[in-house]
């Protein structure tokens, strides 16, 4: 089955800063990864995702890459805020296999006012 | 107007015990779904039900028990309680059919086996 690996497990920033996070997956034949972000005391929530046939996608300060060579793909965060803090989540799935969802273990990132 | 609903919030009970946690979504979903969240926030999926039919049964122990009365509602029985079942559970819905893989998660239950 699907393996998804995560990096950094926590991040801190200072806010206006960029930040970072790096998933890998080990099945070459998942084709959606989504990211989601968790609130303190919430459920996790659909901030972007990318599908297999794009390498890169933005949405205002947020973007994912992603390089299927590599079976890499990553979340960039620019001139953070306050509110970014949260836990982030990647995800793996193969839309033509049983569609289970893989997330990664998880990143908690702080910003630093 | 909740999208994703579930009850009880906290959940505190003796080792042992038999509980229920409840979840209703409005959003018009074919797809339900139970996560696990260890104290590491670990996510992991337990079940995932398509109108009302169970699609995805991972390793759980069969004290765990899903229902699905109908597509906007799937519940979950857990019985013989143990201290490891200690976790924040999640449900969750999506709309298969759409083609969009995007899950909608409620606010989720802790739970507190003492």
């Known amino acids: 089955g699907e393996n998804v690996e995560q990096h950094p497990s926590t991040l801190s920033v200072q806010e206006g800063d960029s930040a970072v996070i790096k998933c890998t997956y080990s099945?070459?034949?998942?084709?959606?990864f989504p990211w989601y972000k968790q609130e303190l005391g919430k459920g996790p929530q659909l901030i972007i995702d990318?599908?297999?046939?794009?390498g890169e996608k933005k949405d205002q300060r947020i973007a994912v890459t992603l390089n299927k060579t590599a079976k890499h793909f990553s979340l960039h965060i620019t001139e953070t805020q306050p509110e970014d803090s949260a836990v982030y989540f990647c995800?793996?799935?193969?839309?033509?296999?049983?569609?289970?969802?893989?997330f990664g273990t998880g990143t908690r990132l702080t910003i630093i006012p | 107007d909740t999208a994703v609903s579930q009850t009880p919030k906290y959940l505190v009970t003796q080792m042992g015990n038999d509980k229920s946690i409840k979840c209703e979504q409005n959003?018009?979903?074919?797809?339900m779904y139970w996560y696990k969240q260890d104290s590491k926030k670990f996510l992991k999926i337990m079940f995932s039900?398509?109108?009302?039919?169970?699609?995805i049964n991972e390793t759980v122990p069969n004290r765990f028990s899903p229902k699905s009365p109908d597509k906007a509602h799937l519940n979950l029985h857990i019985n013989s309680l143990e201290l490891g079942d200690s976790a924040v559970y999640f449900c969750?819905?999506?709309?298969?059919?759409?083609?969009?893989?995007?899950?909608?998660f409620g606010p989720g239950t802790r739970l507190t086996v003492l």
């Open positions: 969750a819905s999506s709309l298969r059919t759409s083609g969009s893989h995007e899950q909608f």
């Open positions: 099945d070459s034949a998942s084709n959606y």
């Open positions: 990318i599908r297999s046939n794009v």
């Open positions: 995800a793996a799935i193969n839309d033509f296999g049983n569609e289970k969802l893989t």
């Open positions: 959003l018009g979903h074919d797809t």
């Open positions: 039900y398509n109108n009302k039919e169970l699609i």
